[in-house]
């Protein structure tokens, strides 16, 4: 987050082709990204996160994650699926 210091980040779990968790630990709270692909058919994939605050101090970091995360999340989202298109070649429509 910008303006913080480093934080560790774990990889909960791999289910590959399907999905990635990535947890991070916060004082009283953790922070967790769910990254799901679902193929819609051959050629199309449908990629989405969730993100979810829990624990005792949850509400502490809400507004700071809020603030920092919404207004890049659908860019961010964006630019990963045109990078990973990019790896892979272009589509056919």
């Known amino acids: 987050m910008p303006g913080q210091p480093s934080f ?4 909960r779990d791999v289910q590959p082709g399907e999905l990635f968790v990535i947890e991070m630990v ?3 709270a953790t922070l967790t990204f769910e990254w799901r692909f679902a193929a819609l058919d051959k050629d199309r994939t449908r ?3 969730c993100i979810q605050l829990t624990g005792a101090s949850a509400a502490a970091y809400a ?4 603030q920092s995360f919404r207004p890049t999340l659908a860019p961010g989202m964006k630019r990963i699926a045109l990078e990973m298109e990019s ?4 589509m056919k429509r």
């Open 26 to 28: 916060l004082e009283g």
């Open 8 to 11: 560790h980040w774990t990889i």
């Open 63 to 66: 507004e700071q994650l809020e």
């Open 47 to 49: 990629m989405t996160q």
């Open 87 to 90: 790896k892979r070649g272009p």
